[in-house]
Nanobody
């Protein structure tokens, strides 16, 4: 079993920046796509950004040009650089990964979530 451990959340003023990281720990054969999602109270969890094993990225329209997703395969870690933050970016951010065990079992894993609060 693999655990995803997130860090980097916090409180920041509008226009500021944060970098989130999510490291996978445990026995890992390979990691497929990784992504970041967020959820505000009373709202559905929404996709923020994804990155494939080959490095192709996809972003929600609301964060294009401001957020950058990246990964370090040697460290089994995915990052989300968030610039020009807006109050509407506030929410709990979760990382997600598609994992493959050594015997070929494919499964999905979620992080515990980290709070991001942007003040106006």
């Amino acid at each position: 079993q693999v655990a995803l451990v997130e860090s980097g959340g916090g409180l920041v003023q509008a226009g500021g920046s944060l970098r989130l990281s999510c490291a996978a720990s445990g026995t890992i054969f390979s990691i497929n796509a990784m992504g970041w999602y967020r959820q505000a109270p009373g709202k559905q969890r929404e996709l923020v950004a994804t990155i494939t094993s080959g490095g192709s990225t996809n972003y929600a329209d609301s964060v294009k040009g401001r957020f950058t997703i990246s990964r370090d395969n040697a460290k089994n870690t995915v990052y989300l650089q968030m610039n020009s933050l807006k109050p509407e970016d506030t929410g709990v951010y979760y990382c997600n990964a598609g994992l493959v065990s050594r015997i070929g079992v494919v499964y999905n894993s979620w992080g515990q979530g980290t709070q991001v609060t942007v003040s106006s």
